[in-house]
C-alpha cells in the first residue's frame, strides 16, 4: 500500500500480484474496498492496482470540486508514476465514469477498458437516481453514519472528521450536467459494459452507450466475429451488488482473456 504524489495530491494505491496490470476504481462514497469479495477472481496471473479516488478512503480530499476530468488526469499521472505504459482499466459507477474519461482524454494508455454500471451522460440515470444524487449533503451524510461506507471510512480516512465534506463533495460533482458522447469516439481501447439487469442505468441509455461505441449496428455474420465494443448484461443484479458480484468478476476475466473461455 502506498502514496504516489500526483500533481501535489497524495494518491493511495495497492499493488499486488504479477502479470498484465489491471488498475480497478472504485464508486461514490466508499473506497477500494468495495471489491475486496472479487479481487482474487480478478487478481489471477494479473499485477493488481487498487486506487483510493480522491477525497475517498485514504486519499485526502483535493480541497476543490471533484472533477471527472481531473480524476482521470490523476488516474493518467498513475500510470505514468507507475511506468506501466499501457494499461487495463476497470471503474464501477463513479469509478466508471472516471475510467471512461482516462481512456477519453488519455487513450494511448488504456489498451482494455471495462466500465461497470456507469452512463456517459448524466441523463442515463434514472430520474429518482439523479434526484437521490442531488440529496448527497450534510444531512444525508448524518444519516449514513450507520452505514458500513462510513465505519470504513472512519477507520482509513485521513481526516475521518471529514465525513460530511466527502460527502457533500461526491455530491456536488455528481450534480454536475455531463455529456461525453463526443468524446467516444476518441477511445482506442477495447471496450467491455457491463450492467445489471435491474441497474440505476435506463436500459436505453445501455442501448446507446453500445451504439456510439460501434456494437450492435449489424449482423456479426457467421463467423462470429465480436464486434468493436462487448456488452454484458448480469440477470438478478441491481447496481448496489456490482462490486461484490462475481458474475462480474467472470465477465471481465473472459474479456481481459479470452483466450480462458
Given at each position: 500500500?502506498?502514496?504516489?504524489?500526483?500533481?501535489?495530491?497524495?494518491?493511495?494505491?495497492?499493488?499486488?500480484?504479477?502479470?498484465?496490470?489491471?488498475?480497478?476504481?472504485?464508486?461514490?462514497?466508499?473506497?477500494?474496498?468495495?471489491?475486496?469479495?472479487?479481487?482474487?477472481?480478478?487478481?489471477?496471473?494479473?499485477?493488481?492496482?487498487?486506487?483510493?479516488?480522491?477525497?475517498?478512503?485514504?486519499?485526502?480530499?483535493?480541497?476543490?470540486p471533484l472533477r471527472y476530468e481531473e480524476m482521470a488526469g490523476q488516474i493518467a499521472g498513475l500510470i505514468r508514476h507507475l511506468g506501466l505504459g499501457q494499461?487495463?482499466?476497470?471503474?464501477?459507477?463513479?469509478?466508471?465514469?472516471?475510467?471512461?474519461?482516462?481512456?477519453?482524454?488519455?487513450?494511448?494508455?488504456?489498451?482494455?477498458?471495462?466500465?461497470?454500471?456507469?452512463?456517459?451522460?448524466?441523463?442515463?440515470?434514472?430520474?429518482?437516481?439523479?434526484?437521490?444524487?442531488?440529496?448527497?449533503?450534510?444531512?444525508a451524510a448524518e444519516m449514513m453514519k450507520q452505514s458500513p461506507f462510513y465505519a470504513t471510512y472512519a477507520e482509513v480516512a485521513p481526516h475521518p472528521e471529514?465525513?460530511?465534506?466527502?460527502?457533500?463533495?461526491?455530491?456536488?460533482?455528481?450534480r454536475h450536467d455531463y455529456d461525453w458522447a463526443a468524446g467516444l469516439a476518441d477511445i482506442t481501447a477495447d471496450v467491455l459494459l457491463v450492467f445489471a439487469?435491474?441497474?440505476?442505468?435506463?436500459?436505453?441509455?445501455?442501448?446507446?452507450?453500445?451504439?456510439?461505441?460501434?456494437?450492435?449496428?449489424?449482423?456479426?455474420?457467421?463467423?462470429?466475429?465480436?464486434?468493436?465494443?462487448?456488452?454484458?448484461?448480469?440477470?438478478?443484479?441491481?447496481?448496489?451488488?456490482?462490486?461484490?458480484?462475481?458474475?462480474?468478476?467472470?465477465?471481465?476475466?473472459?474479456?481481459?482473456?479470452?483466450?480462458?473461455?
Open positions: 500500500m502506498s502514496y504516489a504524489d500526483i500533481d501535489g495530491l497524495a494518491l493511495w494505491y495497492d499493488d499486488r500480484g504479477s502479470g498484465d496490470p489491471l488498475i480497478l476504481l472504485h464508486g461514490g462514497i466508499g473506497g477500494s474496498e468495495m471489491f475486496d469479495p472479487i479481487l482474487g477472481t480478478l487478481a489471477r496471473d494479473r499485477r493488481l492496482i487498487t486506487v483510493d479516488l480522491p477525497g475517498h478512503g485514504h486519499t485526502a480530499s483535493p480541497d476543490r494499461t487495463d482499466l476497470m471503474g464501477l459507477s463513479l469509478g466508471g465514469g472516471v475510467a471512461l474519461r482516462t481512456a477519453i482524454q488519455h487513450p494511448a494508455l488504456v489498451r482494455r477498458l471495462i466500465v461497470v454500471s456507469a452512463p456517459f451522460r448524466q441523463d442515463g440515470w434514472f430520474p429518482e437516481v439523479i434526484a437521490g444524487q442531488s440529496a448527497l449533503g450534510p444531512e471529514d465525513w460530511s465534506q466527502h460527502v457533500s463533495e461526491v455530491g456536488e460533482l455528481l439487469d435491474s441497474d440505476s442505468i435506463r436500459p436505453a441509455h445501455i442501448v446507446e452507450f453500445f451504439n456510439l461505441l460501434g456494437g450492435g449496428l449489424s449482423d456479426p455474420g457467421w463467423d462470429g466475429t465480436p464486434g468493436p465494443a462487448q456488452l454484458a448484461i448480469l440477470p438478478g443484479h441491481t447496481h448496489y451488488v456490482m462490486s461484490l458480484s462475481l458474475a462480474v468478476a467472470d465477465a471481465a476475466v473472459a474479456f481481459l482473456d479470452p483466450v480462458s473461455r
